[in-house]
């Protein structure tokens, strides 16, 4: 925390100057009635907003400020950079310059707002809530899934729509932005499986009502009425349907998003029969202030990006679209004695029947069980993908501990790396009448039987580690986990900096890539997230890619087999994982050559023997996947037992580690 009392005469200035909109942006907040006593305030938030006209950045500022209020050694400051990202780059400067122990920051524009980020994260913490920044370089993202918006939109309008079909008409708001191009895509991803379903027509509204109801008038005075509209929020969703009242249109399908509550937002609209549904869009505001805390605290295991979930409200379900009640603690985790010994793989013991078990709510809602006042641990199923790697069992251990120390007893299977195990294991959790089932899929596709059966069961799953690529996104709940692609991504940029001085004389960089898993998703998204990056740098190929399914003696077997058949020079290993790496490194020694030198190894985990290998010169860089997973899953058991509003993804924290800071690394790795 900085001590705001040495403040130097600049920020002094600073403080003079914007102390007339500070005053009246605190009166805002309604902090004006409180006493500030500076000392008391240990945590001073700055929130920088896009704008505060919009309804929907209103309730998310509301919502962070009601967030803090409940803090009493808490304040924010906010400031309204009016849509403009000259301005909201002031803001930031100067809320840095106040003296702010974080910031919270909802950019007016990705790109622009993406450099004073990054200066800010230099020196504190910063949650970026809503629109993202480039790159990485801030603590923590949370915003709506915004592509899962999108094709919830084009699925429920095929719904409406239903076997006869129709056109839609999209109304988007401001061209470019990442909400914009995220709903747009999903929207058109969804539609294009039924060809009944066209989308003849797209406006842009710049998320505003009046806009888009101008627009429309001209639009539907010269063009036949679509069967639905889609809009992108509520408010132009609004501007839709006053349009089509002025041209005198008959009742149309329309379609909104963000789901506000208070005269004309979107659940009055449902209601009034105006909108046939609202996707509700959660401002983030009540997680950014969460997290704030925890991330000022230094709490373990505060995750990169929170991609929020949306939920539908229609006429039928208005009435429950509140917000879940605040949960009391919903099991009391028996004492350590009490605890239920660490499972072995065997273990799918049938628990005693529990009469008290309320059905679980429909998990596609995303919204948790009601909170329950049972006193008995939770009861997790976990199916395991096997124990193929180092990564994989630490990934085991992090799981079985994390249950241990959260009271929650675990019913663990190890899928030893058969889909066919897992889904079995699955059944078996169904069958035990568990709370929750969670489990790491294998492979991406495959998994709707059994999924299906979970759901009709009321019992919610969890996606831990790997995702899976299903039609229905409602047979799962939450994932949490890496983002594979970036790690791809991160692989590429490192060696295409590496070898930015060490080409050979054809300039060519002839790359070997070892793969993980065929169909799983850390195989599929490191090559796409690797391919895609080198692709645009002249002399990269992949020349050689086999699979050798993360385990250390296929990765050796398979260079051995690549060296000895490849005619052409090796430069590089892209090997989608460290055990993959370490066995080809054995291989490469015994053909004669130097690992490291002869050969540039790059991989994927960050394993304590991968910096071994690097100390020992053999190994060159490792892109970090924590497998510690288990912390962040069980707490994600927890919310939902009590009841809370869950996210969709939650994307962990992750580095890349280059030879040279191995040996300072190497002692605070944790697995
Ligand atoms: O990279 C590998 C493990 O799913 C991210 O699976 C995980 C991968 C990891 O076997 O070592």
Redesign the pocket.
């Known amino acids: 925390m900085r001590k705001r009392l040495g403040i130097a005469l600049p920020a002094i200035i600073a403080v003079v100057v914007l102390g007339a909109s500070f005053l009246a942006a605190w009166a805002f907040l309604g902090e004006a009635g409180r006493s500030v006593e500076p000392s008391s305030v240990r945590r001073l938030i700055g929130l920088s907003q896009a704008n505060l006209s919009e309804p929907w950045r209103i309730a998310m500022t509301e919502e962070i400020r009601r967030e803090a209020a409940a803090h009493s050694d808490m304040r924010v400051i906010v400031t309204d950079a009016v849509d403009s990202y000259g301005r909201q780059v002031a803001d930031v400067e100067h809320l840095l310059a106040y003296g702010i122990d974080l910031l919270i920051i909802s950019p007016t524009d990705s790109a622009a707002l993406t450099p004073i980020v990054a200066q800010a994260y230099r020196s504190l913490p910063v949650i970026v809530l809503d629109r993202a920044v480039e790159g990485y370089a801030y603590t923590l993202y949370i915003g709506p899934d915004n592509r899962l918006i999108g094709r919830e939109t084009g699925r429920y309008v095929s719904e409406l729509l239903g076997a006869r079909g129709g056109t839609v008409l999209e109304v988007a708001g401001r061209e470019g932005s990442p909400p914009t191009i995220d709903r747009s895509a999903g929207l058109r991803e969804e539609i294009s499986k039924y060809p009944g379903i066209r989308i003849v027509d797209a406006v842009t509204a710049d998320w505003l009502r009046d806009r888009a109801e101008d627009i429309l008038v001209d639009k539907f005075a010269v063009s036949r009425a679509p069967d639905a509209i889609v809009a992108q929020n509520d408010a132009m969703a609004f501007g839709a349907w006053l349009a089509a009242r002025r041209s005198g249109l008959g009742p149309i399908d329309i379609i909104g998003v963000d789901g506000l509550g208070g005269t004309n937002g979107g659940l009055d609209l449902v209601d009034k029969g105006i909108l046939s549904a609202t996707f509700i869009c959660p401002t983030g505001g009540k997680e950014a202030v969460d997290y704030a805390i925890d991330i000022l605290d230094k709490k373990d295991g505060i995750p990169k990006k929170i991609y929020l979930r949306t939920r539908k409200v229609t006429a039928g379900t208005i009435a429950s679209a509140t917000p879940p009640p605040d949960a009391a603690d919903v099991t009391a985790p028996p004492d350590d004695a009490d605890a239920p010994a660490p499972p072995d793989a065997a273990d799918a013991t049938a628990p005693p029947d529990d009469a008290d078990a309320p059905a679980a709510p429909d998990a596609a809602e995303g919204r948790g069980a009601p909170a329950r006042a049972v006193t008995r641990p939770i009861r997790l199923g976990f199916a395991q993908?096997?124990s193929?790697?180092?990564?994989?069992i630490a990934?085991t251990r992090s799981v079985v501990e994390a249950a241990r120390k959260a009271g929650i007893e675990l019913h663990f299977v190890d899928g030893k790396q058969k889909q066919e195990n897992q889904i079995e294991a699955i059944r078996s959790f169904i069958g035990m009448g568990v709370d929750v089932i969670a489990f790491?899929p294998i492979v991406e596709k495959g998994w709707e039987g059994v999924l299906a059966e979970a759901k009709a069961a009321g019992i919610p799953v969890f996606l831990s580690?790997?995702e899976v690529d299903l039609q229905d996104d409602s047979l799962w709940l939450t994932f949490v986990?890496?983002d594979?692609m970036e790690e791809g991504r991160r692989a590429a940029r490192w060696l295409i900096g590496y070898m930015k001085d060490r080409k050979n004389a054809d300039g060519q960089v002839r790359i070997v890539e070892l793969r993980?898993?065929e169909g799983?998703?850390?195989a599929l998204d490191?090559n796409r997230g690797f391919e895609a990056t080198i692709a645009g740098h002249d002399g990269f190929s992949i020349v050689r890619s086999e699979t050798a399914n993360?385990y250390l003696d296929q990765g050796r077997d398979r260079m051995r087999e690549i060296l000895a058949s490849e005619t052409g020079r090796i430069d590089v290993l892209f090997a989608?994982?460290?055990?993959m790496a370490l066995g080809a490194i054995e291989a490469i020694e015994d053909a004669g050559l130097v690992p490291g030198k002869d050969i540039v190894i790059v991989s994927?985990?960050a394993?304590r023997e991968a910096f071994v290998a690097m100390i020992a010169g053999k190994l060159n860089c490792t892109v970090e996947?924590t497998?510690l997973l288990g912390p962040q899953l069980m707490k994600v058991v927890q919310d939902y037992m009590a009841g809370k509003d869950l996210p969709t993804r939650i994307v962990t924290s992750e580095e890349v580690f280059p030879a040279e800071i191995a040996k300072k690394a190497i002692s605070e790795r944790k697995y």
């Open positions: 993908v096997g193929e790697s180092r990564w994989r990934n790491s580690d790997r986990g890496s594979f993980g898993t799983s998703a850390p490191r993360f989608h994982n460290d055990d994927v985990d394993i996947c497998p």
